[in-house]
């Protein structure tokens, strides 16, 4: 080990570059820190030269990581979150809390869990300690540098949400999938069948991190594939381009008895077998060394 090149790095070099590497700003990470951007930038040029790389090229307005950045950054964070363990020992009080905690997200799952969002963020005494991101816009990449502390999505439970060996998932509850169609839809007063079920076009819903849903393979398999019309970045969107035609929209059946978007829509069983569905947790198993998303893991999975 080398001790002489492990003394010029602190925990403040680390912490810049895991907060650089979230802000993708010198300003906005001394914003962050509570420092002047010249330290930011110092501490930055210290890092450079000690990692030998430049960790950062800028693109316009913004400061883009390198590939050697993104590499490390699953470790700067399972350091961080270790030492950060050490320094909050004990039982997590949250009405002390100075911190920040943050979870990822579809809006229509935010939709499902927004009660208990809700008692986590009262419980919590500043304000801004909760912060909830799109799954767009911090996915499993996220999760695993640390960028965001823990995601909740649903998915085949046949099918973890990502294979990688630093992320943990856990089942939150389980679902079922339905097809919904507006209320003047041909097949409201008929039995859903496979050959009217293919017989019509359908909203997809996109996903790039996770694998094609197990109902979707067996459909294809079995009977044929659908045809999709539009994709679209969520249920909730999807419900209202349903309301407006004559598409069909296969969901998940606790959001549609939940959402705004999904009310006045018929609901049908699906005529054929897809396995099963629900909703899990995700995180990076480093994170639980901080008292503060051990209890939030907790208040999550209760």
């Known amino acids: 080990m080398d001790f002489i090149a492990l003394s010029r790095i602190s925990l403040k070099h680390l912490t810049v570059l895991h907060m650089m590497l979230s802000t993708h700003s010198v300003t906005g990470t001394a914003q962050a820190l509570c420092v002047t951007p010249s330290s930011i930038s110092k501490t930055l040029s210290q890092l450079r030269t000690q990692l030998k790389d430049e960790l950062f090229y800028r693109d316009g307005a913004l400061l883009v990581p390198t590939p050697f950045a993104l590499n490390i950054a699953p470790q700067i964070h399972t350091i961080l979150s270790s030492m950060n363990g050490i320094l909050h020992q004990g039982e997590f009080k949250p009405e002390t809390f100075n911190g920040t905690i943050s979870l990822s997200m579809r809006e229509s799952t935010f939709e499902l869990f927004a009660d208990k969002i809700s008692q986590i963020s009262t419980s919590l005494s500043g304000a801004n300690q909760l912060k909830i991101y799109a799954k767009e816009q911090m ?82 398999q079995q009977y044929g594939e659908r045809k999709v019309a539009i994709s679209v970045a969520d249920f909730g969107s999807a419900a209202v381009m349903c309301h407006q035609s004559d598409y069909l929209l296969t969901s998940s059946k606790m959001w549609a008895e939940k959402a705004f978007q999904a009310r006045g829509l018929i609901q049908k069983s699906l005529p054929f077998e897809y396995g099963k569905v629900g909703y899990s947790l995700v995180w990076n198993q480093a994170s639980l060394n901080d008292p503060a998303l051990l209890w939030l893991h907790q208040q999550l999975l209760s």
Not at 171 to 182: F, G, I, R, S, Y
């Open 139 to 220: 996915n499993f990449d996220a999760l695993i540098r640390g960028q965001v502390d823990f995601m909740i999505l649903p998915h085949d439970l046949s099918q973890p949400p990502t294979r990688s060996r630093d992320l943990v998932w856990q089942q939150l509850a389980k679902d079922e999938m339905v097809c919904l169609m507006n209320p003047a839809h041909p097949l409201v007063n008929q039995e859903l069948t496979i050959d009217s079920y293919l017989a019509f076009k359908h909203i997809g819903i996109q996903d790039k991190d996770l694998s094609e849903p197990y109902f979707e393979q067996n459909l294809k």
